[in-house]
């Protein structure tokens, strides 16, 4: 069982930066593969980036050159940092773990996800 916990949303204005964290449970986070969704109101839930137990990454391209991924193994945690934030960003962003390890920008190739952090972007 693997429990996932985001946190660092908030209100930022446009052109602002944000930090999202992901604390993962489970003894073999190493082993995953993390991704970052998002879903705005009225609007299908879509990909935003991953990264893979190898730490390869990959982004949308909505967000590729402003967002970037990483992990830190030692912490269990995986973090999504956003820079040039626009209201286009505004949405519930969710990590989630692809037990694979390899990463996906496909949802139901995860595994489990998180409860969910709130961005809002105001112009």
């Known amino acids: 069982q693997v429990q996932l916990v985001e946190s660092g949303g908030g209100s930022v204005q446009a052109g602002g930066s944000l930090r999202l964290s992901c604390a993962a449970s489970g003894p073999t986070f190493g082993g995953f593969a993390t991704g970052w969704f998002r879903q705005a109101p009225g609007k299908e839930r879509e990909f935003v980036a991953t990264?893979?137990?190898?730490?390869?990454?990959h982004y949308a391209d909505s967000v590729k050159g402003r967002f970037t991924i990483s992990r830190d193994n030692g912490k269990n945690t995986v973090y999504l940092q956003m820079n040039s934030l626009t209201p286009e960003d505004t949405a519930v962003y969710y990590c989630a773990a692809d037990l694979s390890g390899h990463g996906s920008r496909w949802s139901p190739g995860y595994d489990y996800w998180g409860q969910g952090t709130q961005v809002t972007v105001s112009s």
């Open positions: 990264i893979s137990r190898t730490e390869s990454t």
